[in-house]
């Protein structure tokens, strides 16, 4: 059974940090990527950045460029998110997705339970 677990969100004062964490577990084939997305209340969710576990090389929204970081422990399955100089407008529920490819030609896509990060004085 694939599981996603995030950890890491809280509240947080305009300028703050937090560090957001993904584990993957449980699933059959190879991770291949896993992204961080974000849904504020009333908009749609949106993607933030992601990772392929084959590269060192994320990719970044406009929106979040050069405040947030991506980093991945390949051998743990897991990938951090770390958000600087925090804004209000990025309140929202955090979720990670990872893409698995189970096979040639196949993939599958999975999702965390989220996790609320609240930016306010």
């Known amino acids: 059974q694939v599981q996603l677990v995030e950890s890491g969100g809280g509240l947080v004062q305009p300028g703050g940090s937090l560090r957001l964490s993904c584990a993957a577990s449980g699933f059959i084939g190879d991770l291949d990527t896993i992204g961080w997305f974000r849904q504020a209340p009333g908009k749609e969710r949106e993607g933030i950045g992601c990772i392929k576990i084959s590269s060192s090389s994320p990719k970044y929204a406009d929106a979040v460029k050069g405040r947030f970081t991506i980093s991945k422990d390949g051998a743990k399955n897991t990938v951090d998110l770390q958000m600087n100089s925090l804004k209000p407008e990025d309140t929202a529920v955090y979720y990670c997705?990872?893409?698995?490819?189970?096979?040639?030609?196949?993939?599958?896509?999975?999702w965390g339970q989220g996790t609320q990060v609240t930016v306010s004085s």
């Open positions: 997705n990872a893409g698995v490819v189970p096979g040639p030609g196949l993939r599958n896509d999975y």
